[in-house]
C-alpha cells in the first residue's frame, strides 16, 4: 500500500503518495510564506489529510503511514524538533502534533533531511541497494546523511552528522562559531565569504564580481563567473574543492563507505568537480579505504528528500 512522504524545508513543504516500489503516485507543494510554529505544523497536517483523500478518490489503499522530514535536529526520544530556519520549532513537539490530528488512521515517522537523503539514494538512487554510504549535502548549508551496516547513525543527542562544523583549517577564528569551518567556507553562502574576502585583499582587482559584489552576490554568479575564468571565482571553487575533497577524506577514514552521494544545491553545478574532489580526497584518506569509495552526484535531485520520507514511512526510523 501507499505511503504519505512530506519534505519540509526552512521555506517549502513538499508531499507525495509513494507506492511501495518506490513510484511517485501523486505529488504537491507549499511555500511556508512566513509561517511560524504551531502554522507549520498545521500546514504539514493539511498535507496528510489532502494525501488521504487523493488517494481515496484514486481508489488507491489507504496509506498506512506518514514519513515527515525535518530541516534541522528531530530528537527521537521526545518526539521534538529543532528547526533553525522556522520560527517557534526550538523544541517543537512535532510527533505529539501529528498523532493528535491524524489519530491513528497513519503510523507517524519522523528524522532529520540529512537521514532522509541517504535513506532515498540507497533506497532509489545512486547509491541504491548499498548499506555504508554517506549523502554529503551542500547547500545553505552542509550535513551528511550517513548509513553505517543498514542503519542511520544518529549519535547520542541524534546530531550526528553535523559536518558543518568539521575542522578543516587553523587557527580557529570567531566566524565559524555560527556555522563551522568547513560550512563557512564551502556551503553556498561559504563560497560568496570566500569572494568577499579575496575582494579585500585585491584592491586592484575590477572584474564582475566587485560589482556583483556590491549588490546580492550568488552562489551562481560564482559559478557563472568561473565558466568566464574570472581569477577571484577560480580561487574561490580552487578552493572549495580542496574543502570537500578533505571533508571527503576525513568521512572515508571514519566511516569506510562504499558510496559517497553529493547532493543539494551546490551540487548541482559543482557535480562536475568530482574527479577533482576525488583527487584530493586520495591525498588526505586512509588509501584501502579510498580505494574502495564512490564518489556519485546524486540522481534524485530535489527529490531525495521524498523518497528518504517514503522510505522512513516503510521502514521506520
Known amino acids: 500500500m501507499p505511503v504519505i512522504a512530506i519534505d519540509l524545508g526552512g521555506t517549502k513543504v513538499a508531499t507525495a503518495l ?37 488517494a481515496r478518490t484514486d481508489g488507491q489503499q489507504s496509506p498506512s503511514a506518514v514519513g515527515v522530514t525535518i530541516p534541522g ?27 493528535r490530528a491524524l489519530g491513528n488512521e497513519l503510523r507517524v515517522v519522523i528524522d532529520s533531511d540529512r537521514a532522509a537523503y541517504i535513506l532515498g539514494e540507497t533506497w532509489q538512487g545512486a547509491a541504491r541497494g548499498a548499506r555504508d554510504a554517506i549523502f554529503l549535502a551542500v547547500g545553505t548549508g552542509i550535513g551528511a546523511g550517513i548509513l553505517v551496516d543498514g542503519r542511520v547513525l544518529r549519535g547520542h543527542a541524534d546530531i550526528a552528522g553535523a559536518i558543518g562544523w568539521l575542522a578543516l583549517d587553523r587557527p ?17 553562502p561559504g563560497l560568496v565569504n570566500v569572494v568577499r574576502e579575496l575582494l579585500e585583499s585585491a584592491p586592484g582587482y575590477q572584474g564582475e564580481l566587485r560589482r556583483l559584489a556590491a549588490g546580492g552576490l550568488t552562489t551562481a554568479q560564482v559559478f557563472d563567473a568561473y565558466e568566464r575564468g574570472d581569477p577571484i571565482a577560480l580561487r574561490t ?27 543539494g544545491g551546490v551540487f548541482g553545478p559543482a557535480v562536475r568537480f568530482l574527479d577533482r574532489i576525488r583527487a584530493e580526497a586520495v591525498k588526505w584518506a586512509q588509501p584501502i579505504a579510498m580505494r574502495h ?22 521502514v521506520g526510523a
Not at 176 to 184: K, N, Q, T
Open 73 to 99: 535536529i528531530y530528537r527521537a526520544e521526545r518526539g521534538t524538533v529543532w528547526a533553525p530556519n522556522i520560527p517557534g520549532w526550538g523544541d517543537y513537539p512535532l510527533l505529539d502534533e501529528l498523532r
Open 237 to 263: 571553487i580552487d578552493d572549495a574543492v580542496q574543502f570537500w575533497g578533505m571533508a571527503s577524506a576525513n568521512l572515508v577514514s571514519l566511516f569506510n563507505p562504499e558510496t559517497i552521494v553529493f547532493g
Open 172 to 188: 580557529f577564528q570567531e566566524k565559524y562559531v555560527s556555522c563551522g569551518c568547513f560550512e563557512y567556507h564551502a556551503a553556498g
Open 18 to 54: 509513494v507506492s511501495d516500489e518506490g513510484q511517485i503516485l501523486h505529488r504537491d507543494h507549499d511555500l511556508l510564506g512566513g509561517r511560524e510554529g504551531r502554522d507549520v505544523a498545521a500546514l504539514v497536517i493539511d498535507h496528510c489529510q489532502a494525501a488521504l483523500a487523493r
Open 293 to 314: 569509495v564512490r564518489f556519485v552526484g546524486s540522481t534524485l535531485g530535489g527529490d531525495a528528500g521524498l523518497y528518504g520520507a517514503a522510505r522512513l514511512a516503510m
